[in-house]
């Protein structure tokens, strides 16, 4: 009897402590992070504004309307990303892309049709973020989840250089690491791919009214730890 309870014993605390595993975040040994990918954002709009003049009775009168909108855009990802505790890791990240600044004209005063002047910008940012992984009972041993969170700079670079904006850029969401390949002993401990979701929010740059607009975002990246 005393052995079947000492055997009962030892199979609880196995599986207690599998349990403990899997609700463990995988974090693959290793202090660096390097990754690279394509970055879509949404648009945003921009705000309108009225073109009015003053009347000889002093009263504004309303030339034309016009809306400015962000277009959404493809562009690129990269970032390196050191940890600093078990869960947490600590990023520095970089983006560039080309989203069009389009303004729409409408409500003319002498009835003439819309018009839409498009102009292609550079758009750059630099920010630092972290990473926070989240236990997950249902995630594989390859399978990470995690949120994150940043803060930045932006700039907006108009057509021929000829005018210059700069802004701030703040991002939260969440996302998961696959890893594809782990090498525990060798300097290259792990290959994998990431994928998140989050929602950007661009202060100042390029919008007229100065304020801060809020878009979606979707990264794909392939990334390898050291």
């Known amino acids: 009897m005393t052995r079947r309870r000492a055997v009962a014993a030892l199979a609880v605390a196995l ?9 463990q975040p995988v974090i693959v040994p290793g ?15 921009l705000g309108s504004r009225n073109a009015n003049e003053t009347t ?23 970032r390196i990303g050191v940890r600093v505790l ?21 409500a003319d005063s002498e009835s003439a049709p819309g018009v839409a002047a498009k102009e292609r910008l550079r758009q750059f940012t630099i920010h630092g973020a972290a990473v926070w992984y989240v236990p ?15 803060v930045g700079y932006l700039r907006h670079v108009h057509e021929k250089d000829v005018l210059l904006a700069g802004g701030t850029v703040y991002e939260a969401g969440a996302g998961i690491k696959q890893l594809l390949v782990s090498r525990d002993r ?41």
Do not use: C, M, N
Request: positive net charge; hydrophobic residues 45%.
């Open 15 to 23: 599986a207690v402590r599998a349990s403990a595993v899997r609700a």
């Open 31 to 45: 202090r660096l992070e390097i990754g690279i990918g394509p970055q879509w954002t949404g648009h945003a709009a």
């Open 56 to 78: 000889g009775a002093g009263s504004p009168f309303t030339l034309f309307s016009s809306s400015t909108d962000l277009a959404s855009a493809t562009g690129l990802e990269a």
């Open 86 to 106: 078990r869960r947490l890791e600590a990023e520095v990240v970089g983006s560039y892309a080309t989203p069009s600044l389009v303004i729409q004209t409408s």
């Open 136 to 150: 997950a009972r249902r995630a594989g041993a390859r399978t990470a989840p995690f949120v994150t969170a940043g």
């Open 186 to 226: 060798r300097r290259l401990k792990g290959v994998g791919v990431r994928a998140d979701v989050r929602a950007v929010a661009r202060a100042k740059g390029v919008a007229p009214d100065g304020g801060t607009h809020v878009s979606p975002a979707v990264t794909a990246s392939l990334f390898v730890r050291f």
